[in-house]
């Protein structure tokens, strides 16, 4: 996967000796998991529900559900649903990770068919926000900052310049938000970047992301994780107490109690991931500016569509009953099969259908 640099910095750089931008990108480690906790003596962060006074009817209902719970408890444990944080697995050959939610947006890193992903708050319709992959850094300019050991380091100056990285690079990204004096950064073990070598030369040295960075991905390239089985507690097996915290119908109110609530997240976060992967139905695949290309695919040849930075996001591959001249030279958005080109280099979008989205010259 190529990277493209900042167009707008007219930079001439050489990479470190052994920078050769190919680095294995494993997958995200397994999602974490929030337990139910259901034990004598209570449940961290919650309360045992409130005695029931006995007045009217409540003393003979409580008698009866006291009975039906130590019923339940000497033939067969009860079951407590568990929750865990919304994540998932690419499921198409190779998905790139990009800055904003938006194909036109600096791609900083690219997955694999397998590799898994930890979803967080800020995803659009079609996209998903994603925790940074583990080989996801940025680049920091070096001056600014000073080495402390153990791989830690601390910003010197009053506003570090901090910029994407990105493997297959031969220069900084886009930039980000500068870090301030004092802050902490992580070090990551990778040889600089030196920008224009000689005299007005500047390093850069990569650095892990900032905490709450997020990515972005296609939502259609990720398989949601399903919600995770009931995890059994056995009721019987707690120690003998006294008290509102060894009543076994009290534990039996509160395991189903936390049950619903449990079932609440998970289908929030269920709608949430629903709505991200049909949002894309209602979108683009890609926009920006047509133009003609000399590149061909199968002897075909295929149009260039231009971002913002004024290089290829993707090549078109337009079928002959859709007319192209009108359409050059002016900004676009198309729907279509889209597949990664290894003699491209580059996505390849099979056009079904293209609009215009400036107004007419």
């Known amino acids: 996967m190529g990277c493209a640099g900042d167009p707008a910095t007219p930079l001439y750089p050489t990479i470190g000796a052994g920078v050769d931008g190919r680095h294995p990108r494993p997958g995200l480690t397994g999602i974490g998991r929030s337990a139910i906790a259901c034990v004598a003596g209570g449940a961290p962060g919650g309360s045992w529900i409130g005695p029931v006074d006995g007045r009217g009817g409540g003393k003979a209902g409580m008698v009866a559900l006291r009975l039906a719970a130590c019923w339940l408890g000497l033939i067969a444990p009860a079951t407590v649903p568990e929750a865990r944080g919304a994540g998932g697995v690419v499921v198409v050959d190779r998905l790139d990770v990009l800055d904003g939610p938006d194909d036109a947006a600096y791609a900083s890193g690219e997955l694999r068919r397998g590799d898994r992903v930890a979803t967080v708050e800020g995803g659009r319709p079609g996209w998903l926000a994603i925790a940074p992959p583990p080989d996801a850094f940025d680049w920091v300019d070096a001056a600014a900052i000073r080495a402390l050991g153990d791989g830690r380091g601390e910003v010197i100056v009053d506003r570090a310049a901090v910029r994407s990285g990105c493997g297959d690079a031969r220069m ?4 980000r938000e500068p870090l301030p004096r004092g802050a902490a950064v992580r070090l990551i073990d990778r040889p600089p970047l030196e920008i224009a070598p000689g005299r007005g030369s500047r390093s850069w040295r990569a650095i892990g992301p900032a905490p709450g960075q997020v990515r972005y991905v296609r939502a259609e390239g990720i398989r949601p994780d399903p919600p995770e089985p009931p995890a059994a507690v056995d009721l019987r097996a707690q120690p003998a107490q006294f008290g509102r915290d060894a009543d076994p119908a009290a534990r039996f109110e509160d395991a189903l109690r936390r049950s619903r609530e449990r079932d609440e ?14 949002g894309t139905d209602r979108g683009y695949d890609a926009r920006g500016l047509l133009q003609a290309s000399s590149r061909q695919v199968d002897g075909e040849k295929v149009h260039a569509l231009i971002g913002p930075q004024g290089v290829p996001i993707a090549y078109l591959a337009i079928p002959p009953g859709i007319p192209t001249t009108r359409l050059l030279s002016r900004k676009v958005g198309v729907r279509g099969d889209v597949h990664y080109n290894e003699a491209l280099g580059a996505r390849l979008i099979t056009v079904r259908d293209i609009d215009t989205l400036d107004k007419p010259r």
Request: hydrophobic share 40%; charged share 15%; no cysteine.
């Open 172 to 175: 900084p990204g886009p930039p």
């Open 265 to 278: 997240e998970v289908a929030q976060v269920k709608l949430t991931l629903a709505h991200a992967r049909t």
